[in-house]
């Protein structure tokens, strides 16, 4: 069952509001992030786990205040119902309401003359910070985009830009976004194909696909270079390779480039694979002497295939209409 990244922020969330509860601290009883422990702790109680399935259940109308307040605001390690009451509406997704609560507060109590502009400007402003990414303006978005930053403007972006390589990097090193060319390739992908490199003001640029970062390794098939496993699945030969240790996924890759094993040859790759996760480098080794030999002296010189990509650009058209460049997962 897939995580629900929404239900991890919501109870990021929820937890900066636990540990600001004055005299609530049990920092005690938990490992680090004990605010966080605590509160999937108390949703465990009521079978709520990380998964999209949980979330689902927890945003329903099937589960009420009444129920999780029995849970959170009684027995031990018991919260005050007003505070419960804010992570209640935290978890639920009503942090909207939430927060505009406690701005209408917080500026009633500071404020003397003014009150009521000063309301106006501060739920102004709430609403601003909580306009949903996909009313966000392209730029917006771009800008926004890191490494780091939340899921739901990964996937906005994705959207929009129909899954084309359209991200380019001023740095590819230190991984920043140049926005300016992003937006305008994330225009031009709703009129026509891209290119796989664009070209801007005399500079050229790799494009990547939303989400996708120049400084992640990815593994490529042992059998297969340039073609990256997702999950260690490789899609070309149709074959699972979790569980093959590194080295044996690197003996392996010394057996396609020597020839002496071949990925159209199912039944035998399969039968192969099988064997390197059972027994190991070592019985390859023994099956392929000569290929032993290689793997041997490759490794004392230092030259062994690292099956590692950093290849991680998008799967644009390639310039070259007779290639049609590889995909890349
Ligand atoms: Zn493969």
Not at 167 to 172: L, Q, T, Y
Not at 192 to 213: I, M, S
Not at 323 to 329: A, D, E, Q, S
Request: overall charge negative; proline content about 3%; glycine content about 6%.
């Amino acid at each position: 069952m897939s995580t629900s990244t929404e239900l991890q922020e919501k109870v990021e969330k929820a937890a900066r509001v636990v540990e600001s509860i004055p005299g609530f601290d049990l920092s005690g009883g938990y490992d680090q992030n004990w605010a966080e422990a605590y509160i999937w702790n108390k949703l465990k109680q009521m079978q709520i786990g990380k998964d999209e399935v949980s979330h689902e259940m927890l945003i329903s109308d099937y589960t009420k205040e009444g129920d999780m307040r029995a849970v959170f605001c009684e027995g031990s390690e018991k919260l005050a119902v007003p505070w419960f009451r804010k992570i209640f509406a935290i978890l639920k997704g009503d942090a909207f309401k939430a927060d505009a609560k406690d701005v209408v507060q917080e500026t009633f109590q500071n404020g003397t003359l003014g009150q009521q502009s000063d309301v106006a400007e501060a739920i102004a402003k709430l609403i601003e910070s909580n306009r949903p990414v996909s009313q966000w303006k392209d730029g917006e978005l771009v800008a926004a985009l890191n490494a780091d930053c939340s899921s739901e403007i990964v996937s906005e972006l994705k959207k929009r830009a129909n899954d084309w390589a359209v991200v380019a990097f001023d740095d590819e090193e230190k991984e920043k976004v140049n926005v300016e060319v992003t937006v305008k390739m994330l225009q031009l992908s709703r009129r026509r194909e891209l290119p796989q490199v664009a070209r801007f003001d005399g500079k050229t640029y790799r494009l990547f696909e939303v989400g996708k970062w120049p400084n992640a390794v990815f593994a490529e098939c042992p059998m297969h270079e340039g073609v990256l496993l997702t999950e260690d699945y490789c899609d070309e030969c149709e074959v699972d390779y979790s569980g093959v240790s590194k080295e044996s996924l690197v003996f392996l890759r010394i057996l396609a480039e020597r020839g002496e094993v071949d990925a159209t040859d199912k039944l035998r790759l399969r039968d192969l694979i099988k064997t390197a996760k059972e027994k190991g480098l070592l019985e390859l080794c023994i099956l392929f002497p000569k290929a032993a030999f290689e793997y041997e002296d490759r490794k004392g010189d230092d030259s062994l295939p690292s099956l590692k990509s950093r290849l991680a650009a998008g799967r644009n058209r390639s310039q070259d209409p007779l290639n049609p460049g590889k995909r890349v997962y």
